[in-house]
Nanobody
Framework: VQLVESGGGLVQAGGSLRLSCAAS????????MGWYRQAPGKQRELVAT????????NYADSVKGRFTISGDSAKATVYLQMNALKPGDTAVYYC?????????????????WGQGTQVTVSS
């Protein structure tokens, strides 16, 4: 699975950006897609995820009410609409795709990552 992100950039506080991520390759068995971010000197953290097909979403508390994740299951594409951006949102944003393989009660997950796209919010 290959993931290609786009849409990052520089924006003033209070502004908006929309990130896009398109998956290619063996995308048929992708179960979920999402966005993570990593700021300088910090660990990578979850931003938002969406289950493919049913569309159930999950957000980090820090972005609830400001960011919206959406996806196109047929195209294996995921988007992140970011509104009311804050300087604290500055980070490299990574697209993630996950495949879960079930064997009885055991689940093995495989994660795939994009190359990352820089989002910088100025105060």
């Amino acid at each position: 699975v290959q993931l290609v992100e786009s849409g990052g950039g520089l924006v003033q506080a209070g502004g908006s950006l929309r990130l896009s991520c398109a998956a290619s390759g063996d995308t048929f068995t992708i179960n979920a897609m999402g966005w993570y971010r990593q700021a300088p000197g910090k660990q990578r953290e979850l931003v938002a995820t969406i289950l493919r097909g049913e569309g159930t979403t999950n957000y980090a508390d820090s972005v609830k009410g400001r960011f919206t994740i959406s996806g196109d299951s047929a195209k294996a594409t995921v988007y992140l609409q970011m509104n009311a951006l804050k300087p604290g949102d500055t980070a490299v944003y990574y697209c993630n795709a996950r495949k879960d393989r079930y064997s009885g009660y055991d689940v093995t997950s495989s994660d795939y990552w994009g190359q990352g796209t820089q989002v910088t919010v100025s105060s």
